[in-house]
């Protein structure tokens, strides 16, 4: 039986889980990814579509009601489209999104939205190609084409995500608020969080939002829009009053009071349920589905995450993370 959401210790409605469905990537992201990782989970550990189905349907019945797929980059998983049409058709799954670096959404756009994905956020660091490919290995290209097919299918929301990193990228963010308001695509400008171990993460490459925001005000006036209905998450948007972009500012770092409303858990490609990004604290929900076991397990394990759900991250200059973003899903 579905209920509310569910509460944590410090009343936090938390109706928001990310399914991590793959720690693997087609992309190398200097914030994300250090350089020759080699810690994959082994395949067999990766939860099953049967499994992932029944964290969410288990979850839903408990009042989650908002579900995006990420990883890795969740298009390497070859069952995806059969996965997001199981997931779509759980009773209490008020909105299924996924979250991707987009150089195969092209090919998987329209599928995607035909069984029943409803939002997408494509990761978009710049566009100037050298600057893309210093950033993430890879060619800017077919990532564009994912864009255009993914505003072809016709999502509810596709919005655009940059990792803000000083003496990398401030020179895109103009170029990038422009091409967001030409295609009325909201852009969310994300600061660097120390959630991997690659050298980027110093505090010469770290953009405080505040750097960012100053960097608009030269160009535009930006109008606070408290909420303008455009996602689930902490994001704080405005508005370009010239240029009409939509700019997301998204600041675990900088914004004191980033975690007051967080809303989110997070699934692990193996299994274990993560009540906060940046708190090294896990909950193994791997061994409660195998061997299949009752629902209820799964239900108490999920409890378990939601008790230890800390008031705030521990993401501070000394931080050390345990494993890099993409194993734990962004
Ligand atoms: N592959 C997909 C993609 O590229 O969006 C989904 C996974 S990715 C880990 C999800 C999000 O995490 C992306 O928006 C990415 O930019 C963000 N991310 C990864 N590492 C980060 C870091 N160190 N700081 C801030 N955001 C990060």
Redesign the pocket.
């Known amino acids: 039986m579905r209920q509310g959401s569910p509460m944590d210790r410090f009343g936090r409605r938390v109706d928001y889980l990310r399914v ?1 469905v793959t720690d693997r ?1 087609n ?1 190398r ?1 200097l ?2 990814m250090p350089e020759g990782y080699r810690g994959w989970e082994r395949k067999p550990d990766h939860l099953t579509a049967e499994e992932i189905v029944r964290v969410v349907r288990v979850a839903a019945g408990m009042g989650v009601r908002y579900f995006r797929l ?5 298009l390497v998983r070859a069952d995806l489209v059969d996965l997001v049409r199981s997931l779509a058709g759980v009773p209490g799954v008020a909105c299924l999104g996924l ?4 150089r195969r959404l092209a090919a998987g756009a329209q599928a995607l939205r035909r069984a029943g994905l409803r939002t997408v ?3 978009l ?1 710049a566009l100037d190609p050298r600057v893309y490919r210093r950033i993430t290995g890879a060619a800017l290209e077919p990532v564009l084409d994912g864009i255009r097919a993914a505003i072809a299918a016709g999502f509810e929301r596709v919005k655009l ?3 803000l990193l000083r003496g990398v990228n401030e020179s895109e963010l103009w170029p990038l608020v422009l091409f967001a308001a030409e295609h009325g695509l909201p852009l ?1 400008l ?7 171990t690659t050298s980027v ?1 110093s505090k010469r490459n770290f953009m405080p939002l505040g750097q960012a925001v100053e960097l608009l005000r030269r160009r535009d006036e930006l109008v606070l829009e408290p909420d303008p209905h455009l996602g689930w998450g902490p994001a704080e948007y405005y508005r370009l009053r010239h240029t009409g972009a939509w700019v997301g500012l ?1 600041g ?1 770092m900088t914004r004191p009071r980033f975690c007051e409303a967080c809303n989110k858990m997070r699934l692990t490609a193996e299994g274990k349920v993560r009540p906060c990004l940046g708190d090294h604290a896990e909950v193994d929900l791997r061994s409660a589905l195998r061997p299949t076991s009752r629902d209820e397990v799964v239900r108490e394990r999920l409890r378990q995450a939601l008790q230890a759900k800390p008031r705030r991250h521990a993401f501070e200059p000394q931080y050390q993370p345990g494993r ?3 194993a ?3």
Do not use: H
């Open positions: 991590s990537c992309e992201c914030y994300c990420t990883g890795g980059e969740p979250s991707t670096n987009g956020n494509i990761s660091d995500n940059c990792v969310r994300i600061e660097l969080m120390p959630v991997t993460l998204i675990a890099p973003m993409a734990i899903g962004g």
